[in-house]
């Protein structure tokens, strides 16, 4: 059991771009959730999927994001044409099908956009 | 809306006792999670309740209080690595049942 793993750990990018994050959950985990967080704030709900359905959004997930978890594994975070607010951590966090619902977070991305 | 309450900072002294409060009001409750979450790192699960009272665990304890709508995370013999933000979460009933609406953290200081 290795974890969650979230690629890339740091970005950098310049308003109006693309950027995309990926993020592999622990393996035998069916469930995967992602978050947001600024300074200073606990993680903020965007999105949550069961296999590859996704089943929740947040308001806060505006038209400019969009993820995907196309077989049921690894699931990517898009956010188009980036924005100066969007800057913040990006946490993806797993749990299992079964048992518990704790959630277990990856290390994050965070975003800078400048 | 859900609102979800904790101290912003604490400070406590090494070896002692500290208890980190949440009071939420939220629509719809089916678990309080706490997590810890070193500065620059991801979130650690530290504890689940659903039930009322006191769960053990270590030098960790949490407590729930469903009427009340009141949770408490007991740190004993704090050690210095003890000094992180600690996350109270609400895990709603219903549609969002499973994802986590977390207060804004308490950031705790140990010092010697």
Redesign the interface.
């Known amino acids: 059991d290795t974890g ?1 793993s979230q690629d890339p750990r740091h970005k950098i990018t310049k308003r109006g771009q693309n950027v995309t994050f990926r993020c592999d959950p622990i393996s035998e985990h069916n ?1 995967l ?1 992602w978050y947001r967080q600024t300074l ?6 965007l999105t ?1 999927f ?1 296999n590859e359905a996704q ?2 959004k ?1 308001r806060l997930l505006s038209d400019r994001f969009s993820a995907e978890r196309p077989k049921g594994s690894f699931s990517t975070l898009e956010i188009q044409r980036t924005e100066q607010g969007d800057s913040a951590m990006y ?1 993806c966090a797993s ?1 299992s099908g079964t048992g ?9 991305t965070r975003l800078t956009v400048t | 809306g859900q609102n ?1 309450d904790q101290p912003t900072e604490m400070t406590a002294t090494e070896g002692a006792i500290v208890q980190i409060n949440c009071t939420y009001q939220t629509s719809g409750f089916n ?1 309080l ?1 706490w ?1 810890q979450q070193h500065a620059g ?5 530290l504890s ?1 309740n659903v039930l009322d009272g006191l769960e053990e665990k270590g030098r960790f304890s949490s407590f729930l209080s469903r009427s009340k709508g009141y949770s408490y995370l007991l740190l004993k013999e704090l050690q210095m690595k003890d000094s992180a933000s600690y ?1 109270c ?1 609400v ?1 709603l009933s219903g ?2 049942s ?8 308490t950031k705790l200081s140990v010092i010697p």
């Open positions: 969650v469930r959730y200073g704030q606990g993680p903020e709900f949550y069961q089943l929740e947040s946490l749990s518990g619902y704790e959630q277990y977070f990856g290390p994050g | 979800i678990g999670f997590y790192e991801a979130p650690t699960f689940y996350l979460a895990r549609a969002g499973y994802q986590l609406t977390f207060g804004k953290g």
